[in-house]
């Protein structure tokens, strides 16, 4: 039997601990994940790509079958030349899965070999987007409920932590 391989891409930018919950909830389904960090041109963001993987590497060490990898161009190109049979999406809200499923149906059409897995954060991290930990941050509020040691740590180094 071969491999199980999916992709969780995101621009994780930075990492919450509800993209943390969807990855362990997928490092059950799967026999490898590769976190793939978007190297997307049309979001701006605040950490690089590097950044991002440095601080993904550091927050999922304890996932013995997950990788931090980037990509850029077409998903299911990527999903492809890493062997993947699927790709990971998480839903935090309704108004999250109009966009996912078209990007899902997109990719289907694109790569029917690869298949789109929603799972949902626990209710405890449905709320926490990366946008809103950035507002908190940048207005010196307390983002370590919502965030890895490492990313609070690289947004107070971002954000400065004298508020």
Not at 1 to 6: F, K, L, S, T, Y
Not at 83 to 89: G, T
């Given at each position: 039997?071969h491999e199980r391989i999916a992709i969780y891409p995101g621009t994780f930018?930075?990492?919450?601990?509800?993209?943390?919950?969807?990855?362990?909830?997928?490092?059950?389904?799967?026999?490898?994940?590769?976190?793939?960090?978007?190297?997307?041109?049309?979001?701006?963001?605040?950490?690089?790509?590097?950044?991002?993987?440095?601080?993904?590497?550091?927050?999922?060490?304890?996932?013995?079958?997950?990788?931090?990898?980037?990509f850029s161009g077409l998903l299911v190109d990527y999903a492809k030349k890493?062997?993947?049979?699927?790709?990971?999406?998480?839903?935090?809200?309704?108004?999250?899965?109009?966009?996912?499923?078209?990007?899902?149906?997109?990719?289907?059409?694109?790569?029917p070999d690869v298949e789109t897995v929603f799972l949902t954060p626990s209710?405890?991290?449905?709320?926490?987007?990366?946008?809103?930990?950035?507002?908190?941050?940048?207005?010196?509020?307390?983002?370590?409920?919502?965030?890895?040691?490492?990313?609070?740590?690289?947004?107070?180094?971002?954000?400065?932590?004298?508020?």
């Amino acid at each position: 039997m071969h491999e199980r391989i999916a992709i969780y891409p995101g621009t994780f930018d930075p990492v919450t601990y509800g993209h943390i919950d969807v990855l362990k909830r997928a490092s059950k389904l799967f026999d490898k994940i590769i976190i793939s960090v978007g190297e997307s041109s049309s979001k701006s963001s605040l950490f690089t790509v590097d950044q991002r993987i440095k601080m993904l590497s550091q927050a999922v060490s304890d996932i013995k079958n997950a990788e931090v990898d980037s990509f850029s161009g077409l998903l299911v190109d990527y999903a492809k030349k890493k062997k993947a049979s699927a790709v990971i999406r998480g839903l935090r809200a309704v108004s999250d899965f109009e966009y996912e499923f078209q990007m899902a149906l997109t990719n289907q059409t694109l790569e029917p070999d690869v298949e789109t897995v929603f799972l949902t954060p626990s209710q405890n991290y449905s709320f926490i987007s990366s946008s809103l930990v950035k507002e908190i941050a940048k207005n010196g509020g307390d983002v370590s409920y919502f965030v890895p040691k490492i990313a609070e740590k690289m947004l107070k180094e971002k954000f400065g932590s004298n508020h």
